[in-house]
């Protein structure tokens, strides 16, 4: 069975600021990572996955998530946030050995962004 | 036709009802998901079409069914609704039956479903 973790389910931060969600899995095989972004009233959007390859991924809108298979994390990064990154990031892993393809997300962590 | 649309976009049943939820996936897309989203949670699934045909199912009960249509559309619908199935319901499809390749799978906006 996986579990995926997010370790704060709210980060305030600062316009132009940095900022990091983290993630952290439990699996006894290996996964498929993912970042997404659910904006208000809207589903869901991809902001990056990790497949295999290079652990630092990086994605749409200036984020970026590394890898580390020995801490099973995955983390999201953006060096300077804006405004309009107000919403709520989800985590979510597919098992390799998955035949459906079946996403299983984290809780979310909601990031509000104050000028 | 491009994106995913779901209908309705808010929905209010009575308890012990019964719901068809709608969804209009991307041209050539076969695999369709579906998942519940309750309120300050991550979705989780509830099951995936491929082709017409059921190939997974999540932890729900056998009163939440679904169809998949040769022309991209798809319904969940939920039989005898409890409260505890006030959540937004997603719709996802995947051109690849898996969907982790290229851009994986595109999310409808929803529906949130209340039940009274």
């Known amino acids: 069975a996986q579990s995926v973790t997010q370790l704060d389910s709210q980060v305030p931060v600062f316009e132009e600021a940095p900022v990091e969600l983290r993630c952290n899995y439990s699996?006894?095989?290996?996964?498929?990572l993912f970042w997404y972004v659910q904006y208000p009233n809207q589903g869901l959007q991809l902001l990056l996955k990790?497949?295999?390859?290079?652990?630092l991924v990086k994605g749409i809108n200036g984020f970026e998530a590394e890898f580390n298979k020995s801490q099973t994390s995955f983390h999201l990064r953006k060096p300077s946030v804006h405004i309009s990154d107000t919403a709520e990031y989800f985590c979510?892993?597919?098992?390799?050995?998955?035949?459906?393809?079946?996403?299983?997300f984290g809780a979310g962590t909601q990031v509000v962004v104050t000028p | 036709e491009t994106g995913v649309t779901q209908s309705p976009t808010h929905l209010i049943k009575t308890r012990g009802q019964q719901v068809t939820l709608r969804c209009s996936s991307q041209?050539?897309?076969?695999?369709v998901s579906w998942y519940q989203q309750a309120l300050g949670q991550g979705p989780q699934f509830i099951f995936q079409?491929?082709?017409?045909?059921?190939?997974g199912r999540g932890n729900f009960p056998p009163r939440f069914s679904g169809l998949q249509f040769p022309n991209y559309s798809s319904e969940l619908n939920v039989n005898a609704l409890e409260l505890d199935d006030s959540a937004l319901y997603l719709c996802?499809?995947?051109?690849?039956?898996?969907?982790?390749?290229?851009?994986?799978?595109?999310f409808g906006s929803g529906t949130r479903l209340t039940v009274v």
């Open positions: 079409y491929y082709r017409e045909e059921e190939n």
């Open positions: 041209s050539g897309h076969n695999t």
């Open positions: 990790y497949l295999s390859g290079s652990t």
């Open positions: 699996s006894s095989v290996s996964v498929y």
């Open positions: 979510a892993v597919i098992p390799t050995t998955d035949s459906w393809g079946k996403l299983q």
């Open positions: 996802a499809s995947s051109l690849k039956r898996f969907g982790i390749e290229e851009d994986g799978y595109t």
